[in-house]
């Protein structure tokens, strides 16, 4: 049994941390029980899986985005800590994240190679966007991660973030093993994209050159300012045409457009695996995930 210390920057969104987890370790046989230990004292949520898997399990843990540190319960012999099923158990830890690593790697600290208004292409630290409607960016590196772990289950293979901006759902289907397919309609970001990974594309999320089936899932992010209309539910329907059967997809999106993307989701026959509110320091937003059929 494993006990998972969820971020408490997002802390109300329990659901979408079990999720995580859960797709992170799918095929290590975890299970998320009902009732768990130190379910009284919140913050927390229990995974159980197979002994022999906890090794596997253990090198995974760092890729997680919604939790910050995992325990094992192991039987206490002396002052149990926990009591749970009628016995005295002991948490030890298993692992603790790196902040400070993590806070490095945060879009407003981290170096993106970025070409303004057709000038030179310099290194910038911290660039995330320009401020205007359309150019607001830098996904936080628990929300990029915690995407990329939804679609687990679909990969590693290739993995498309159709409005990728400032690439921080890139960088972490990168390291979570991923080969990255990125889009995003602003030219001004193909050089810091494309030195992500080469397979990189200024085009529209809407129609975008890629044979169909071609891709094992997507993960993003769209914009969330109002005057972009449907753009996203359009882009769902592209990514319908793009990811394989058996695929799988994650979005991050403000409330206003969960109604929307729900609907096409669903008209296209894509089984849901997550609908859960985020609250990004004051940001409504909503995490969806499906598996395309
Ligand atoms: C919210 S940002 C994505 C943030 C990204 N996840 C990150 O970590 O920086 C949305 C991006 O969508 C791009 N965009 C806007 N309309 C688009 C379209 N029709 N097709 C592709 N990209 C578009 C914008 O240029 C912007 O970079």
Not at 49 to 59: C, F, G, Q, V
Not at 175 to 190: F, K
Request: glycine residues 12%; aromatic residues 6%; positive net charge.
């Amino acid at each position: 049994m494993l006990v998972f210390h969820l971020r408490a920057a997002r802390g109300r969104a329990r659901v979408a941390a079990v999720a995580e987890a859960l797709a992170l370790l799918h095929d290590l046989a975890p299970s998320a029980p009902a009732g768990g230990p130190l379910s009284e004292r919140g913050g927390v949520f229990w995974v159980e899986l197979p002994e022999r898997h906890l090794a596997a399990a253990t090198a995974r843990l760092p890729r997680l985005g919604y939790t910050t540190a995992v325990d094992r319960l192991v039987p206490a012999t002396g002052a149990a800590e926990v009591r749970w099923r009628r016995r005295p158990w002991r948490l030890a830890r298993l692992w603790t994240e790196d902040a400070a690593g993590h806070r490095e790697a945060a879009p407003d600290r981290r170096e993106f190679l970025f070409e303004a208004g057709g000038g030179p292409v310099r290194p910038v630290r911290g660039y995330r966007g320009g401020g205007g409607p359309l150019t607001r960016r830098g996904l936080p590196v628990c929300d990029a991660r915690l995407l990329v772990n939804l679609v687990a289950p679909a990969g590693p293979g290739r993995l498309l973030d159709p409005f990728a901006g400032v690439g921080g759902v890139a960088l972490a289907a990168r390291a979570a093993g991923w080969t990255t397919v990125t889009a995003d309609l602003d030219p001004g970001l193909r050089h810091g994209l494309g030195r992500i990974g080469p397979a990189h594309l200024v085009a529209d999320a809407r129609a975008l050159p890629l044979r169909s089936g071609s891709l094992d899932a997507a993960a993003t992010e769209p914009p969330y300012d109002r005057e972009v209309g449907p753009l996203a539910a359009q882009a769902l329907e592209e990514l319908h045409r793009l990811v394989r059967p058996g695929g799988a997809a994650a979005v991050l999106c403000a409330a206003w457009q969960a109604a929307g993307l729900r609907a096409t989701a669903a008209g296209l026959g894509w089984e849901a695996t997550l609908d859960c509110p985020v609250d990004r320091k004051g940001l409504e937003v909503v995490a969806l995930a499906w598996r395309r059929p």
